[in-house]
T-cell receptor, first 110, second 112 residues
Framework: GIQVEQSPPDLILQEGANSTLRCNFS?????LQWFHQNPWGQLINLFY???GTKQNGRLSATTVATERYSLLYISSSQTTDSGVYFC????????????FGQGTELSVKP | IAGITQAPTSQILAAGRRMTLRCTQD?????MYWYRQDLGLGLRLIHY???????GKGEVPDGYSVSRANTDDFPLTLASAVPSQTSVYFC???????????FGPGTRLTVL
């Protein structure tokens, strides 16, 4: 089945800094999603981005499907950005059966 | 507020007991999912349902069963709980099988 790998595993930033999180996947996908899990455990969908670029406020994501990776950009980071960021891709290219990466744990210091 | 509710919030259970985790969504989404989250292992799909009346197995289905009698509800049952089923369980839904997934708040289950 598909392998989903994220880097870096941990990241510490000073408030206001920018960062790039990477997600590599082993097979072609038709469904790539980014999630944020806040320190209270809540999982929020950030982007549904099988290809191309999307932006939402200070966050943006780019997926290059042909090269099997996706990037999540966080600009002007805030302490509320802290938590774990997951990317997920479908098992066997089958829609909703998502396989999650191990996550990047981000800590933004004031 | 539209969304997904899960019950209970947390539960401590003796090994061998039967337990049903409840999940209800009011967004009229067709697809629903159950995941478990464990330290070091991330989120793993247990079972899913593309639409009411159908279910399928995910990565780690053993020891769990689900049913989808209607659009809104997707209960997860542990027939005879074991300590390795100690985890945080998340229910999720999406409008269609291939769409953005939205997660519930989770149920923390401890099996002793």
């Amino acid at each position: 089945g598909i392998q989903v790998e994220q880097s870096p595993p941990d990241l510490i930033l000073q408030e206001g800094a920018n960062s790039t999180l990477r997600c590599n996947f082993s097979d072609s996908v038709n469904n790539l999603q980014w999630f944020h899990q806040n320190p209270w455990g809540q999982l929020i969908n950030l982007f549904y981005i099988p290809s191309g670029t999307k932006q939402n406020g200070r966050l943006s994501a780019t997926t290059v499907a042909t090269e099997r990776y996706s990037l999540l950009y966080i600009s002007s980071s805030q302490t509320t950005d802290s938590g774990v960021y997951f990317c997920a891709a479908p098992l066997g290219n089958q829609g909703g059966k998502l396989i999650f990466g191990q996550g990047t744990e981000l800590s933004v210091k004031p | 507020i539209a969304g997904i509710t899960q019950a209970p919030t947390s539960q401590i259970l003796a090994a061998g007991r039967r337990m049903t985790l409840r999940c209800t969504q009011d967004m009229r989404h067709n697809a629903m999912y159950w995941y478990r989250q464990d330290l070091g292992l991330g989120l793993r799909l247990i079972h899913y349902s593309n639409t009411a009346g159908t279910t399928g197995k995910g990565e780690v289905p053993d020891g769990y069963s689900v049913s989808r009698a209607n659009t809104d509800d997707f209960p997860l049952t542990l027939a005879s709980a074991v300590p390795s089923q100690t985890s945080v369980y998340f229910c999720a839904s999406s409008e269609q099988y291939t769409d953005t997934q939205y997660f519930g708040p989770g149920t923390r289950l401890t099996v002793l």
